[in-house]
């Protein structure tokens, strides 16, 4: 588990494919590695990735098929700048939300501009996400716990402070650039609870709507 406040950016410094999947190194510049350890998770632009080697200045990571295809691995390139965070220990501060590091889908930025002294940014969701994206909440942009500033439809809208700017990816984003998202887990968990025992013949879609809550008692009826 990680809290989506990032602790360093690194860079990729090799990619190599492997049968299929993905190994990856990772130079962690700022991030103190003295406390990791083989079989630890490390949130890589939000992916959580499993340490399988420690060079000295980074790590080694495997990433497979059903990380390649849900994330945005597959186009990282040798020299591109990762946001990473270590795995929370019962002494972290739970700074920003409970990440799990599990990426939901990609999105993209549609657009950044000049608020005051900070960007504010217009992303766009996989239309299957956007139930989960809430005025005022959280959602995890490449490992990074933000607020949601405004929602429509699948788009919405983050202000983005010079220091998160300064520490994060997020100051190379332009329009088109892809993102990983995850949505906040406990929306998911809800949403999950809310299909009662229905959940048990569900088939990993969701049926929760207006209709659904207002049948089961958790909306009024009009």
């Not at 406390?35 to 959580?48: F, M, P, Q, R, W």
């Not at 002494?91 to 657009?111: F, K, P, Y």
């Not at 900070?118 to 989960?132: T, V």
């Not at 716990?145 to 788009?155: F, R, Y």
Request: hydrophobic fraction near 40%; aromatic fraction near 4%.
């Amino acid at each position: 588990m990680f809290t989506g406040i990032i602790e360093a950016v690194g860079e990729i410094v090799a990619a190599e494919p492997r049968g299929g999947d993905i190994r990856l190194r990772v130079k962690s510049n700022g991030l103190d590695l003295s406390d990791v350890a083989l079989g630890d998770s490390i949130a890589t632009n939000g992916v959580c990735l499993t340490v399988i080697e420690l060079p000295g200045d980074g790590y080694w990571a495997d990433v497979s098929v059903e990380t390649i295809d849900n994330t945005t691995v597959a186009s990282w390139q040798v020299g591109q700048a990762v946001n990473l965070e270590k795995a929370l220990t019962p002494q972290t501060r739970l700074g920003g939300h409970i990440v799990s590091g599990h990426v939901d889908g990609v999105g993209e930025v549609i657009s950044r501009h000049r608020d005051a002294r900070s960007e504010r940014f217009r992303l766009r969701a996989p239309d299957n996400l956007a139930k989960y994206i809430a005025h005022k909440g959280s959602i995890t942009v490449d490992g990074t716990s933000l607020t949601v500033n405004a929602v429509q439809g699948a788009e919405f809208e983050l202000n983005i402070v010079p220091h998160t700017l300064e520490k994060t990816v997020m100051g190379q984003y332009r329009s088109g650039s892809k993102i990983n998202l995850e949505v906040d887990v406990i929306a998911r968990y809800l949403e999950r609870l809310l299909q009662g025992e229905q959940a048990a013949h569900a088939d990993g879609s969701s049926d929760l709507s207006m209709a659904f809550l207002q049948e089961h008692g958790f909306a009024g009826r009009k």
